[in-house]
């Protein structure tokens, strides 16, 4: 299992960005995937995730409104969508799989089983 994460970078605040997490060792039509992300000095918190059975997506009522999870199966590919993007978004950003369960609720409760190795975000005037 390996995920590929990538499309970070500096950003003014009020931009946006689009993350891409290419998958490998699994098809994206069973299991959770998420996004997470770690701010300096902060723990990990979850951002999006989704249900690959059913397009089920959760979020965190702190996440809400501003970012989009999505996937492309024939690409085999997560995608986050961030807009309107704020200083505190600064992040480095990690997607995530559990390949044991389907629900988008339990990941962004629990750990994904595995991990993707992170893309800076930097949101800055």
């Known amino acids: 299992v390996q995920l590929q994460a990538s499309g970070g970078g500096l950003v003014q605040p009020g931009g946006s960005l689009r993350l891409s997490c290419a998958a490998s060792g699994f098809t994206l039509n069973r299991p959770a995937v998420g996004w997470f992300r770690q701010a300096p000095g902060k723990e990990r918190e979850a951002v999006a995730c989704?249900?690959?059975?059913?397009?089920?997506?959760h979020y965190p009522d702190s996440m809400k409104g501003r970012f989009t999870i999505s996937r492309d199966t024939a690409k085999n590919t997560i995608y986050l969508q961030m807009n309107n993007l704020r200083l505190e978004d600064t992040a480095v950003y990690y997607c995530?799989?559990?390949?044991?369960?389907?629900?988008?609720?339990?990941?962004?409760?629990?750990?994904?089983?595995?991990w993707g190795q992170g893309t800076q975000v930097t949101v800055s005037s």
């Open positions: 989704l249900s690959t059975n059913n397009d089920i997506t």
């Open positions: 995530g799989v559990d390949l044991g369960h389907s629900s988008s609720y339990a990941l962004c409760h629990n750990q994904p089983t595995d």
